[in-house]
């Protein structure tokens, strides 16, 4: 990324961790003052990437998540490292969810680093 991000995380990328990551992104919605709905689907959001993103993951090694907040949005990067260099599956039902609830959805690789990116816009804000 060009910027640094607002927040930053690192976890082991394991799924007993989106938890840590689901509870972080409802924070800072709260912080933004999005609505109870729209932090809900926030949260499923990042779990479903998590999900997607830990498919592949190299055992032993890093989740990684950074959230650039502007006023009414939240941008979010999930990523862990992967033991293959496929893309995440757009029939899956992790990634039918994730599109549905947000915007911009969009993958890279960063070496065999895979980054799952998307933006969620507050109710109120739209």
Known sequence: MSTRP??????????????????TTAG?????????D??????????????????DADPG???HASYDLSDGSIEVSISADARRRAE??????GW???????SDVRT????DRLWLTFTVRS???A
Do not use: K, N
């Open 6 to 23: 607002d927040v930053e995380l690192r976890l082991p990328a394991e799924s007993a961790f989106v938890a840590v990551l689901r509870m």
């Open 61 to 63: 090694g890093d989740l």
């Open 108 to 111: 890279r690789r960063d070496g």
């Open 123 to 125: 109710s109120i804000a």
């Open 28 to 36: 800072l919605a709260a912080r933004l003052d999005f609505t109870l």
């Open 88 to 93: 995440p599956d757009s029939d899956s039902f």
């Open 38 to 55: 729209d932090i809900e689907d926030l949260r499923m959001a990042v779990g479903e990437a998590c999900g997607l993103v830990l498919e």
């Open 96 to 102: 039918q969810v994730l599109t549905a609830l947000t």
